[in-house]
Structures are given as structure tokens and as C-alpha cells.
């Protein structure tokens, strides 16, 4: 499968405690983007990187959030000291660079659900 | 920031008729306006996208339509069919933002 992949696909945790998600993007892709979905409602904006360098964050974003991609190729977002409030789909999605291209495509999401 | 708002929030239509779904933007500088579809627990597929310096863009039996001076675009789909039940996003951005900002989602059901 050589689109978007994401892991984990679900994750409990409890209240309190660290996750981690890994986003893998499209081979070559130098935009990589992440958004947030909740029940019944369209996804919305985090973050997103140009290569290595992490060029907007969202105000959604707080400062208990952390996205980083290291190498310009997958990336990782991190949440600490998880809330309920953060149960969510989280989505990945990457596109191409090159002029004129702006399609992004998505990734399956990672479930969060804090207990 | 943008707002993109989308109406219906669901729509039901009978195999073999068409669906329409409409959207509506609050920024001006907004040029690029793809449409997603979303199946139970998959992720969004992009289905087709429209530019601003194109009124009409069609892929088989789905079309967009753009409207910049009244800030809205809608999306068309003919001959509908059952696998084409699924929640339908349409989104908003610009060039050199790159982000998009989403619709609530309409939900269609094709019955057949």
C-alpha cells in the first residue's frame, strides 16, 4: 500500500497519561499535515510541516501537544497528560510540493479515546 | 480564518437521481476547493477538486461548480448510486496557506 499510513489505528489511554501517534506519508511528499475529527463534524487543522520544518500550528494546537518530523519524512504527534476533551480521530495527511499541487491525502487515522 | 459552512446536513435521494450538496466560504482570498468522501470508518478520499480560475470541473458523474463573486461552490452527483451513500466534505483554502479548512459534512443515502 504505498499511501498514507498511520499507528496506532486505536489507542485507549487513561486520563493523565502520554500518547504517541506515527504518520507515515506518501513516499516523496514533502507537505505533511495534521488534523483532528470529531463525531459528526468536518476534520480541522493542527499542524503541518514542509519537510523538516514545522511552518503553522493551529490555536487548537495547545501546548500540551507536540508534533515533530525529524528527518522530513514520517512524524509523530504527541499528546501529554491526556483529556477527555482530546478523544477524537487523529488524521494525517500529506501532498507534493511540486507547482500547482495542493491535493492532500489522507491517512486511515489514529482513534483516541481517553478514559 | 476561514469558515466554510455546508449545507445539507443530510440528504436522501433514490438510486438513479441526482444529489446536491452546497458550500459557502467567508474568504475572498480562498482558490482551491476539493471535496472528500468519507465511508464508515475509512478515511477521506479526495473525489474532485476546482480552482479559481475554473466555474466548472466534471470527473464522470460528479461535478463541482464555483461561484467566487457569491463565495459558494457545490457539489453534483448524477445517476446516484448505493455505494455512493457516505458523508461528503467540501473545503476551503489558498495557495500559499495550504491548510484546509473543512465543512460539518453531509451525510447522502442512496436508497435503493
Same mark, same amino acid.
Given at each position: 500500500?504505498?499511501? $498514507? %499510513?498511520?499507528?496506532?489505528?486505536?489507542?485507549?489511554?487513561?486520563?493523565?497519561?502520554? $500518547?504517541?501517534f506515527?504518520?507515515?506519508?506518501? %513516499? #516523496?511528499?514533502?507537505?505533511?499535515?495534521?488534523?483532528?475529527?470529531?463525531?459528526?463534524?468536518?476534520?480541522e487543522?493542527?499542524t503541518?510541516?514542509?519537510?523538516e520544518?514545522?511552518? #503553522?500550528?493551529?490555536?487548537?494546537? /495547545?501546548?500540551?501537544? %507536540?508534533?515533530?518530523?525529524?528527518?522530513?519524512?514520517? /512524524?509523530?504527534? #504527541?499528546?501529554?497528560?491526556? #483529556?477527555?476533551?482530546? /478523544?477524537?480521530?487523529?488524521?494525517?495527511?500529506? /501532498?507534493?510540493?511540486?507547482?500547482? %499541487?495542493?491535493?492532500?491525502?489522507?491517512?486511515?487515522?489514529?482513534?483516541?479515546? $481517553?478514559? | +480564518?476561514?469558515?466554510?459552512?455546508?449545507?445539507?446536513?443530510?440528504?436522501?435521494?433514490?438510486? +438513479?437521481?441526482? !444529489?446536491? =450538496?452546497?458550500?459557502?466560504?467567508? @474568504?475572498?482570498?480562498?482558490?482551491?476547493?476539493?471535496w472528500?468522501?468519507?465511508?464508515?470508518?475509512?478515511?477521506?478520499?479526495? =473525489?474532485?477538486d =476546482?480552482?479559481s480560475?475554473? *466555474?466548472?470541473?466534471? @470527473?464522470?458523474?460528479?461535478?463541482?461548480?464555483?461561484?467566487?463573486? !457569491?463565495?459558494?461552490f457545490?457539489?453534483? =452527483?448524477?445517476?446516484?448510486?448505493?455505494?455512493?451513500?457516505?458523508?461528503?466534505?467540501?473545503? !476551503?483554502?489558498?495557495?500559499?496557506?495550504?491548510k484546509?479548512?473543512? *465543512?460539518?459534512?453531509?451525510?447522502?443515502?442512496?436508497?435503493?
Open positions: 500500500d504505498t499511501g $498514507v %499510513s498511520q499507528n496506532p489505528r486505536h489507542k485507549i489511554t487513561k486520563r493523565g497519561q502520554n $500518547v504517541t506515527r504518520c507515515d506519508p506518501i %513516499s #516523496e511528499h514533502n507537505r505533511l499535515y495534521w488534523y483532528r475529527q470529531t463525531l459528526g463534524q468536518g476534520p487543522f493542527l503541518y510541516f514542509q519537510n520544518a514545522q511552518l #503553522e500550528k493551529s490555536r487548537l494546537l /495547545s501546548d500540551r501537544f %507536540s508534533a515533530e518530523r525529524p528527518k522530513g519524512s514520517f /512524524s509523530t504527534l #504527541e499528546i501529554q497528560r491526556t #483529556e477527555q476533551g482530546d /478523544s477524537a480521530m487523529y488524521l494525517c495527511a500529506s /501532498s507534493p510540493t511540486g507547482r500547482g %499541487s495542493y491535493e492532500q491525502y489522507f491517512g486511515p487515522g489514529t482513534r483516541l479515546t $481517553v478514559t | +480564518g476561514e469558515n466554510v459552512e455546508q449545507h445539507p446536513s443530510t440528504l436522501s435521494v433514490q438510486e +438513479g437521481d441526482s !444529489a446536491v =450538496i452546497k458550500c459557502t466560504y467567508s @474568504d475572498s482570498a480562498s482558490n482551491y476547493f476539493p472528500y468522501k468519507q465511508e464508515l470508518g475509512k478515511r477521506p478520499q479526495l =473525489i474532485i =476546482i480552482r480560475n475554473v *466555474g466548472e470541473k466534471k @470527473d464522470q458523474r460528479i461535478a463541482v461548480t464555483l461561484n467566487k463573486t !457569491a463565495k459558494h457545490s457539489l453534483h =452527483i448524477t445517476e446516484t448510486q448505493p455505494e455512493d451513500s457516505a458523508v461528503y466534505f467540501c473545503a !476551503a483554502s489558498f495557495y500559499n496557506d495550504y484546509l479548512s473543512f *465543512g460539518a459534512g453531509t451525510t447522502v443515502t442512496v436508497r435503493a
